[in-house]
């Protein structure tokens, strides 16, 4: 029988350039073991989340400048609780029981380390928000 823990693992995308060196911090190891291959495990649910963000805050997002959508990402990552809660619950809900039991140990580190990694990945698709490229649910 598969357990939990092997079935979420086993999900998980390998990350090449994720490394885990001898002399490396345990938040280091913790972010490139657990939360880099999370996020982007659940790159599309981060970026559908996003998308209805921006809808519930009426469009705005979509007359600013390309600098001003960067600063918007980070800003609503940041400084909206709801929001940043709800994206912490994506990624903490991929943890196995150890790596959240670990989490728990340092948490606020980590959590500065996971919200970081959701705006480096959102912003490096900022062009997947351009409002015209927004497909219907029929589509």
Known sequence: ??????SLKALRPVIKNARVIEGMSAEEKFQNQT????????????????R???AKRKNVFYA???EKKLAYIEHAVQKDMKYRNSLKGMI????????YE???????A???RMMNIVIERLKD???LFDQSKILSPAS
């Open 125 to 127: 698709q900022v062009q």
């Open 110 to 112: 980590l959590n500065k």
């Open 92 to 99: 903490i809900g991929q943890f196995t029981i150890e790596e």
């Open 35 to 50: 939360l880099r291959p999370v996020a982007k495990l659940q790159n599309d649910l981060l970026v559908v989340a996003f």
């Open 64 to 66: 600013l400048n390309l």
């Open 102 to 108: 670990t989490y728990i140990q340092n948490s606020s």
């Open 52 to 54: 209805n963000y921006i």
């Open 1 to 6: 029988m598969e357990t939990r823990e092997n």
